[in-house]
């Protein structure tokens, strides 16, 4: 039997649309970058498992690279490069382009570098039943039974009563102790396991295990907790009143590890969104532009991008403005001329629960990084919802340097929804639209990415860039 292809099967190779797997198609040059590209990833997630940490490391990275911080006001020139830090927890690297940005505008990648958490509570630190925790409240959309039985790393700042910083991060070296989260037996837990999985824990029983010794004295009333209170006080200063000032988190001490024989995936805490704020970062580190190009890695995602660090905050246009300012252009002109990838993960396909999707329409694992055209729920409710004129134009810097992609939407219509900071740009009158990772087990504590996904969305962002 012939293996030539009849004519009409021809015609349909070359009309119609199929997904590719970057692996099957990528050179063996181009997989060793694959591999190299995401050592440095996993080196990046395991040192930045809060926003500070993010921040602080993008910083680190961004003045190694030749950054230097920026100040409202500072004068600037085509070939700067420069980062402004927005109190500690958000950062925008930026790199000023020779290109007139009245008529050509910014070219912006926006990504979050907060994940779903435990945060630990203002007045926390209690003992019973010959135990001591500190009482939590979780942060962002999480399945809050994940959570229990697992270890867990304290990371934060504490700022004293003196008014000096103490920064905390315990459980994540070798011979550290870590935290845990205490969970019910099967042998008794009938009734819990025939609750709805909402309520197999409750948020209240999201109390973090941190002691168990009694101290010396039998004559105090809370033996366990002065042990603790003593060492707090020994390592960081602290006495109790500091919680009421202190910003402490648990998160998984897991470190982020190659999955299966052949480690093409790579499994780690905060995928969600640091997956996508890596790429964006070293793309405006690494890659040359002619246009002026900005790098947000902003905070509070995962609460509705609220506050003063989120990207419903107006120091984001703040920003924009002052360098429209510094270079003698129109900041209205400018940012009607601005194009933005939001860059925020997707679900991917898993065939473990195939009836969440519509697999027409789903983000296959390893197919490249992933165009959404809307997010939101239901009948696209909270969508950017971007022009077909746009997704274009987007599709066609892709094409030009044979970026690997993919399009989808978050699940079936009904099943759910997501949304991201897309509409917030857009808001600014910025043509915006979202494109991200495709994650397994997002919002868990151990989410998993693919390697071929993540370098993709590194290289959807170095040809956006140009």
């Not at 910083?59 to 600037?76: C, N, Q, S, T």
């Not at 001591?132 to 700042?157: D, N, S």
């Not at 494109?435 to 290289?459: Q, T």
Request: proline share 3%.
């Amino acid at each position: 039997m012939s293996d030539k292809k009849t004519k009409g099967q021809e015609r349909y190779d070359e009309l119609a649309y199929k997904k590719q797997n970057y692996f099957s198609v990528a050179s063996k040059e181009e997989r060793e970058a694959i591999f190299e590209y995401a050592e440095g990833y996993k080196d990046f997630l395991n040192a930045a498992k809060t926003e500070r940490e993010a921040c602080a490391v993008a910083v680190e990275m961004a003045k190694k690279a030749g950054f230097a911080e920026y100040r409202f006001g500072d004068e600037l020139s085509a070939g700067d490069k420069r980062y402004f830090v927005n109190r500690g927890k958000s950062v925008v690297v930026f790199r000023v382009g020779s290109k007139n940005l009245e008529e050509d505008g910014f070219r912006i990648i926006v990504s979050h570098i907060d994940a779903p958490r435990v945060d630990i509570k203002q007045n926390p630190l209690y003992e019973e039943g010959g135990m001591c925790f500190l009482k939590t409240h979780y942060y962002g959309g999480i399945k809050k039974y994940q959570w229990t039985a697992m270890p867990l790393a304290l990371h934060g700042v504490v700022v004293l009563k003196s008014g000096e910083k103490a920064e905390i991060r315990v459980g994540e070296g070798e011979n550290d102790p870590v935290f845990y989260i205490n969970d019910l037996l099967p042998h008794l837990g009938a009734e819990q396991m025939a609750k709805a999985g909402a309520k197999i824990i409750d948020g209240e029983q999201l109390n973090v295990l941190v002691g168990g010794m009694p101290c010396d004295d039998e004559k105090v009333e809370n033996r366990l907790k002065l042990t603790v209170l003593e060492i707090l006080n020994r390592k960081y200063g602290m006495c109790e009143e500091d919680f009421l000032s202190a910003e402490l988190s648990a998160v998984p001490a897991y470190p982020a590890r190659d999955v299966g024989f052949d480690r093409a995936l790579i499994g780690a805490y905060g995928h969600d969104d640091r997956v996508c704020a890596y790429p964006a970062l070293t793309a405006v580190l690494n890659g040359e532009s002619e246009h002026t190009v900005l790098a947000m890695l902003v905070d509070k995602e995962e609460i509705g991008s609220e506050g003063n660090t989120g990207m419903q905050s107006e120091i984001y246009s703040d920003l924009m403005e002052d360098i429209c300012a510094a270079l003698g252009a129109s900041y209205r002109k400018a940012r009607f001329a601005s194009k933005c990838l939001s860059s925020d993960v997707t679900a991917a396909y898993d065939p473990n629960f195939a009836g969440m999707y519509e697999k027409m329409n789903a983000a296959m694992l390893s197919c490249g990084t992933c165009m959404n055209k809307f997010t939101g729920a239901r009948g696209k409710s909270g969508s950017n919802d971007a022009s077909a004129e746009f997704v274009g134009e987007v599709r066609a810097m892709f094409a030009r340097e044979g970026v690997v992609w993919q399009t989808a939407e978050l699940g079936k219509v009904d099943a759910g929804g997501g949304g991201t900071v897309a509409k917030f740009v857009a808001k600014m009158n910025i043509d915006t639209v979202d494109i991200g990772v495709p994650v397994i087990s997002m919002h868990a504590p151990w989410e998993l990415v693919s390697k071929a996904d993540l370098y993709s969305n590194y290289r959807a962002f170095m040809a956006f860039m140009k």
